[in-house]
């Protein structure tokens, strides 16, 4: 399991719907990671970056997702492990919800 990567950035583009991409260069390797599109608004092609990595296998294929954070890596991993939610709608709901607890106070119950 790679738990982070450290290297440059060597391309940042939109895929379809919420999926956007990164191409972090480490050592000469180019990773291909899927990302919150609110990372990639302080990416910066050229830069040196850390990225906390989840990977995932599939019969198909393999994905590696990059989080800015440790622990927006870890709320992934416990959205992804609950019935009926997959990695596009973990994603989706951790940008969501990132953007909210940045701009929005929080409520005491």
Excluded: W
């Excluded at 919150?36 to 910066?44: A, E, H, I, K």
């Excluded at 990059?66 to 990695?87: K, N, W, Y």
């Amino acid at each position: 399991m790679i738990n982070y990567l450290k290297g440059k950035v060597a391309n940042v583009y939109k895929g379809s719907g919420f999926r956007m991409t990164v191409i972090l260069e480490v050592n000469q390797v180019g990773y291909e990671l899927q990302v919150l599109p609110r990372l990639t608004q302080s990416l910066q092609e050229g830069k040196q970056v850390q990225v906390f990595t989840h990977q995932q296998m599939r019969e198909d294929q393999m994905v590696l997702y990059g989080f800015g954070t440790s622990a927006e890596r870890d709320l992934f991993r416990q959205l992804v492990s609950v019935s009926g939610i997959g990695a596009q709608l973990a994603i989706a709901l951790l940008d969501t919800l990132c953007d909210l607890l940045a701009t929005k106070p929080l409520i005491r119950i």
